[in-house]
Nanobody, 127 residues
Framework: QVQLVESGGGLAQAGGSLRLSCAASGRTFSRYNMGWFRQAPGKEREFVAAISWSGGSTYYADSVKGRFTISRDNAKNTLYLQMNSLKPEDTAVYYC????????????????????WGQGTQVTVSS
């Protein structure tokens, strides 16, 4: 089983940037497809971005495409989310998630497609 710990959240101004990290321990990180999700108050958890075990495939929600970049460093057992041009509507708790199952767009973008979750990190964007 893999354990996930997010970091890097905080307060940013609109138009600013933040970089989230997700440190993994336990089973071999490089075997897992990874994703980022977010949940705003009163809303359901929603897909943000996903990356395959090799880094060769990535998926993004339309709302973040062109602004956010997902990446991974398998040597460091770490997943990243670079967030640029932040907007107030990006305010949410951000979660990383891991899955051993095969990655298709349907699986990658659904909360049910992941088996392991971190505890989340708060991102707040002020206008």
């Amino acid at each position: 089983q893999v354990q996930l710990v997010e970091s890097g959240g905080g307060l940013a101004q609109a138009g600013g940037s933040l970089r989230l990290s997700c440190a993994a321990s336990g089973r071999t990180f490089s075997r897992y497809n990874m994703g980022w999700f977010r949940q705003a108050p009163g809303k359901e958890r929603e897909f943000v971005a996903a990356i395959s075990w090799s880094g060769g495939s990535t998926y993004y929600a339309d709302s973040v495409k062109g602004r956010f970049t997902i990446s991974r460093d398998n040597a460091k057992n770490t997943l990243y989310l670079q967030m640029n041009s932040l907007k107030p509507e990006d305010t949410a708790v951000y979660y990383c998630a891991a899955a051993l199952r095969g990655m298709t767009v349907g699986i990658a973008t659904a909360t049910g497609g992941y088996d392991h979750w971190g505890q989340g990190t708060q991102v707040t964007v002020s206008s």
